[in-house]
């Protein structure tokens, strides 16, 4: 069974930078591309970032590009964000998820198989 488990959030003042990691376990995670999505208080969760299966494409929302990197670790079975020059608005509930079939990017919170738990990601002003 696939397992995300994500961790690096936390508090942080406007302008500043935090790093998120996810863990994952229970299948071959370099045959598959991994996303971040996010959820604020009151609104639908929303795609952040992607990643390819090999790491050299990646997608970005347009209100994070130039800010958020995603980034994996095929031999650690590690998906990361680093996001820098954050804003209040980028305050949310932070989640790694993965498609079920492989090798194809996805986008769509539809077409994700799997999710972590998440972590919330405080930006202050």
């Known amino acids: 069974q696939v397992q995300l488990v994500e961790s690096g959030g936390g508090l942080v003042q406007a302008g500043g ?10 299948r071959t995670f370099s045959n598959f591309a991994m996303d971040w999505f996010r959820q604020a208080p ?3 969760r929303e795609f952040v970032a992607a990643i390819s299966w090999s790491g050299s494409t990646t997608y970005y929302a347009d209100s994070v590009k130039g800010r958020f990197t995603i980034s994996r670790d095929n031999a650690k079975s590690t998906l990361g964000l680093q996001m820098n020059s954050l804003k209040p608005e980028d305050t949310a509930v932070y989640y790694c998820a993965a498609p079920g079939g492989p090798f194809t990017v996805r986008r769509g919170t539809q ?5 972590g738990k ?7 002003s």
């Open 17 to 26: 930078s935090l790093r998120l990691s996810c863990a994952a376990s229970g």
């Open 111 to 115: 077409d994700m198989k799997y999710w």
């Open 118 to 124: 998440g972590t919330l990601v405080t930006v202050s």
């Open 42 to 44: 009151g609104k639908e």
